[in-house]
């Protein structure tokens, strides 16, 4: 596909009480800052960290494989900011974006500890599923989460989600292969 006919994400976009915009190099600072301050909040639902995994040079590298994606029409990262201050409140992606007869893309979330459980990522799940479905003309949208992780699924069904089935050792999270439950929204027709 010629580049100028892929679809690319505006800079930033409006939820309620968020926006979203791709990550930029001056977000290393408060990116790895709320990564630290919320690591043991996040490690049980996430891939290991590697080493290094919130030094500037791997924030470098992040963001360089995010423009890859983005080029290739694969992924949209989005960090979250609350709009009454700007401050950083996790991260939201599309990503596994397929084409063809599928038109379907997989998101994936967190929070940092801070701002957990008030309305954010909702608003900015929300906000993703408008672009995904108005702005890349998406048909289908999947996301997982574990089955201890009533939040995470809670949130998917409050944003219009159906579960539809079960993984076994799905993910390798924290370690270890993990099961998972599995969700799927269809565009509004």
């Given at each position: ?43 049980p639902w996430e891939p290991t960290w ?28 989005f960090f979250i900011f609350r709009q ?57 949208l999947e996301a997982a989460c574990m ?43």
């Amino acid at each position: 596909m010629l580049s100028f006919l892929k679809p690319r994400p505006p800079p930033r976009l409006l939820g309620r009480k968020v926006y979203l915009r791709p990550p930029r190099p001056h977000d290393h600072k408060p990116w790895a800052a709320l990564r630290l301050a919320s690591r043991d909040f996040l490690e049980p639902w996430e891939p290991t960290w590697p080493e290094g995994d919130l030094t500037r040079p791997a924030f470098r590298a992040r963001l360089a494989a995010y423009a890859r994606e983005m080029e290739l029409g694969e992924a949209y990262p989005f960090f979250i900011f609350r709009q009454e201050d700007d401050a950083l409140v996790g991260a939201v992606r599309l990503f596994h974006v397929r084409r063809g007869v599928a038109q379907t893309g997989t998101i994936g979330y967190w929070a940092g500890q801070p701002f957990a459980r008030q309305g954010y990522m909702r608003d900015a799940v929300e906000t993703l599923i408008r672009f995904a479905f108005q702005g890349l003309n998406l048909h289908r949208l999947e996301a997982a989460c574990m089955p201890e992780n009533d939040a995470s699924a809670n949130l998917l069904v409050k944003c219009g989600f159906l579960e539809e089935g079960y993984a076994r050792a799905y993910l390798k999270i924290n370690g270890d292969w993990r099961d998972h439950r599995l969700f799927g929204l269809i565009a509004p027709e």
